[in-house]
């Protein structure tokens, strides 16, 4: 998976991972233990099921509950997790038109009085648009 979006009209999640490696053979030992990667996970089309992801995971541009979240990323990666951080929301334009205006049909949701609002409550200011091919 790359980190480019691969349609128009799409978007991905971005989190930094940090993981570690134990050897499994006695006696074996690595050095440096801790590397890390950058993970992607792709967002459901605004209405679709799963489009909710950042308000149910994320708040102000935080990962709400890391734990979780660590635990979600060592079943993904098959190694154990020290750490995860969201990074940002990299979209294109016609991906965050849809992801506004769904959420302007369900404010109430968000408990926002704007889009605006409601958008910066659970992404911060972690919204990248990129152009086709960035």
Do not use: C
């Not at 979780?68 to 750490?83: D, K, N, W």
Request: net charge negative; no cysteine; proline share 4%.
């Amino acid at each position: 998976m790359t980190g480019q979006n691969s349609a128009p009209g799409s978007a991905r999640y971005v989190f930094r991972v940090t993981f570690r490696i134990e050897p499994s053979a006695r006696g074996v030992s690595i050095d440096p233990d801790r590397f890390e990667t950058t993970l992607y996970r792709e967002a459901e089309p605004p209405g679709e099921d799963g489009w909710l992801f950042f308000r149910d995971h994320l708040w102000h541009g935080e990962i709400g509950e890391s734990a979780y979240f660590r635990e979600l990323a060592e079943e993904l990666l098959g190694v154990p997790v020290t750490s995860v951080s969201f990074s940002e929301l990299r979209t294109d334009e016609a991906y965050l038109e849809r992801l506004e205006d769904e959420v302007g049909e369900n404010l109430g949701e968000f408990r926002s009085a704007s889009v605006e609002r409601a958008l910066s409550k659970y992404l911060g200011s972690s919204i990248r648009v990129v152009s086709e091919g960035e």
